[in-house]
């Protein structure tokens, strides 16, 4: 696809993205720290349950002791705390306030400790200082919120120490480029690419049940093709682990479309040889 020049590209990202995302999830943390998918009260309950997300990417982020870990977009801390009951010493980064409010509740109440701060993502090697990370951790819808995935890869690069490891479990962006309300056949309706114009949503709920509706209706999206993630991260100079694509995703991204396992992923009823879902990428940083 055309490429744009970066003129163009922030000329047209609305000025008031970044403004109209953070409300929309500053106002959704607590909700979500109330729902029952995001297990906040089996943290609380049992002090080695993990999330879903981070027991399905366990076997291979293998042994986590003592190894230094960042969480860019943690949200309200449920892999952050995962990983951490796992034996690493993470640090969750978030730029809402909200969402790190109650992830440092959950924290205190839950354990173990977990330092969160607050930073866009891009900002995040200003705000973190010379410190440098054995493991850059994100993914589960983070990627999506960030216009240039280049830009992001450069950071994710510049956190970690030479030989650390990024390691991404993200929404493949098949998936995003799907319109989830069309009933019947899988529609692809939103771009696969990176483009310069974000994809911009009013919708008051959230992506998994909740018990409220949210003023904050507005926010905007970018997809990234699976290539344009890899050789954003290929030409920081990180070379490649590991790349799987997954017929499953830890939240019903396709109502009416999917089934839940045991596991906690949530699979396509039919046909689930269709469609990629999420992806695995593990790369390192070399020097
Ligand atoms: C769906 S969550 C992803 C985290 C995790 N997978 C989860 O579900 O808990 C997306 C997170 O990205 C954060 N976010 C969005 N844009 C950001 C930005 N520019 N800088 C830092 N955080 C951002 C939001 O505040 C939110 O907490």
């Known amino acids: 696809m055309p490429k744009e020049d970066d003129s163009t590209r922030s000329a047209v990202i609305p000025q008031d993205y970044y403004l109209e ?32 997300v981070v027991t399905f990417d366990a076997p291979l982020l293998g042994d986590l ?4 870990g960042v969480h860019l977009q943690c949200h309200i801390g449920t892999d952050t705390l995962s990983l951490a009951r796992l034996g690493a010493e993470m640090v969750g980064l978030d730029f809402s306030g909200e969402s790190l409010a109650q992830a440092s509740a959950l ?28 493991l850059v951790f994100t993914g589960i819808g983070a990627l999506c919120w ?23 479990r993200e929404g493949h962006p098949m998936l995003w480029a799907i319109d989830e309300s069309m009933d019947g056949a899988l529609v ?39 290539a344009e993630t890899v050789m954003a991260i290929l030409n920081t100079g990180m ?7 997954h ?6 991204a396709l109502p009416g479309k999917m089934v839940a396992g045991p596991d906690g992923e949530w699979r396509l009823t039919e046909g689930r040889e269709r469609l990629p879902l999420t992806y695995t990428l593990r790369a390192h940083r070399v020097d």
């Open 21 to 52: 995302n953070l409300q929309a999830w500053d106002e959704r943390a607590p909700a979500h720290a109330r729902a029952e998918g995001y297990g906040v009260t089996r943290f609380i309950d049992d002090p080695e349950y993990l999330s879903d």
């Open 65 to 68: 002791t003592g190894v230094r």
């Open 107 to 134: 924290s205190e109440q839950a354990g173990p400790d977990v330092e969160f701060i607050q930073s866009d993502v891009y900002a995040a090697t200003d705000v973190l200082g010379t410190e440098r990370f054995d």
């Open 146 to 168: 960030l216009p240039d995935v280049r830009r992001w890869a450069q950071v994710a690069h510049d956190l970690l120490v030479p030989g650390g490891t990024l390691h991404i």
């Open 188 to 226: 692809v309706d939103y771009p696969y690419f990176e483009t310069p114009k974000p994809v911009t949503d009013e919708h008051d709920g959230s992506y998994l049940p909740v018990d409220t509706t949210f003023a904050a209706a507005r926010s905007h999206s970018w997809n990234h093709g699976l």
């Open 239 to 245: 070379e490649l682990d590991i790349l799987l694509e």
């Open 247 to 252: 017929d499953s995703c830890p939240w019903e």
